[in-house]
C-alpha cells in the first residue's frame, strides 16, 4: 500500500507532543518490523503482509523519508543506509554542502522517522527497526537463510548467475549486518534481539510463513502475548 507521507509528518507530531509519560501507546494497526538476508524471501512474505494486513510498507520509502528529514540527495542517504560507517568518509561533502550528514545525525532521524512509523502501523523493513522498536507494541521478525541455499533459490527465479548471487548474498549481508552494528551496536545473528526467528532455507513456499507471522502479529497488536509493560490501551 502507498504511504501518506503526511500521515507519517502527523504521526511525528504526535510523538513529539503526546507526554507518554513511561506508557506505549498501541499502534493504530499491527506493526511488524523485518530484518531479511538477501534471498531468503523477505521482501516476498514483507509484501504478502501488506497485502493480506492492508498495512503500508515501509522500505525504500522509509529511505525517501530520512532523505527528506535530511534535506538532503537520495544517492547520498543511500550511501549512508547502505554502508553506515561510509559517512567517516563524506567530510569534504559536508565542508561544501554545510549540511551535516553524520552517523550521529542520520541515526538520530532514523530513530524519530522509524518511531513515528511505529505509531502508525505498518511493516518495516530492514534500517534497525527492531532495535528502534524494541520497547514498543511491534512484532520482530527476522527472515533468514545460509548464502548457498538463497543464492540457489535466486538463481531458479531468474535473478542471475548462482556464482554472482552468491557472493552478492556475502556483501548485502555484511553490509546490512555492519550497518546495524555501528548504528546501534547490536548483531543481526543475536535473536535475542527478535521475537521470531525464520529460516527459510528448507522452504520453496512462503505462504505458511506470511500465516505466522500474521498470527502472531495480531497477538502483538491486542496485547495478548506482551509484556504488561509494553502495551497499554489507546484513548
Not at 493504530?28 to 503482509?49: E, K, M, N, W, Y
Not at 545460509?146 to 535473478?159: I, L, N, T, Y
Not at 548471487?165 to 543475536?190: C, I, P, T, Y
Request: net charge negative; glycine share 8%.
Amino acid at each position: 500500500m502507498t504511504t501518506n507521507i503526511l500521515s507519517v509528518i502527523s504521526a511525528m507530531a504526535e510523538v513529539a507532543t503526546v507526554p507518554r509519560q513511561g506508557e506505549h501507546l498501541r499502534p493504530r494497526q499491527p506493526v511488524i518490523t523485518l530484518s531479511r538476508d538477501f534471498g531468503s524471501g523477505g521482501d516476498v512474505i514483507a509484501t504478502r503482509l501488506c497485502q493480506r494486513l492492508k498495512l503500508p510498507l515501509y522500505d525504500e520509502e522509509l529511505l525517501r523519508e530520512v532523505s527528506g528529514r535530511l534535506n538532503d540527495d537520495p544517492a547520498i542517504v543511500r550511501l549512508l543506509d547502505e554502508g553506515f560507517g561510509r559517512a567517516k568518509d563524506m567530510w569534504l561533502y559536508r565542508l561544501f554542502s554545510g549540511k551535516d550528514i553524520s552517523p550521529d545525525a542520520y541515526r538520530d532521524t532514523l530513530i524519530k522517522v522509524v518511531m513515528s512509523l511505529g505509531r502508525l502501523g505498518g511493516v518495516i523493513v530492514g534500517r534497525g527497526a527492531h532495535i528502534i522498536l524494541a520497547g514498543e507494541c511491534a512484532l520482530r521478525v527476522r527472515v533468514a537463510g545460509s548464502p548457498e541455499v538463497c543464492a540457489k533459490r535466486m538463481a531458479a527465479a531468474g535473478h542471475g548467475n548462482e556464482a554472482d548471487l552468491m557472493a552478492q548474498a556475502q556483501e548485502l549481508n555484511h553490509r546490512r549486518g555492519k550497518f546495524v552494528w555501528e548504528a546501534f551496536g547490536s548483531r543481526l545473528s543475536d535473536a535475542s534481539q527478535f521475537d521470531l526467528t525464520i529460516n527459510t532455507d528448507r522452504m520453496d513456499d512462503f505462504e505458511d510463513v506470511v500465516e505466522t507471522i500474521i498470527v502472531m502479529a495480531e497477538a502483538v497488536h491486542s496485547g495478548r502475548v506482551l509484556r504488561g509493560d509494553l502495551v497499554h490501551a489507546q484513548v
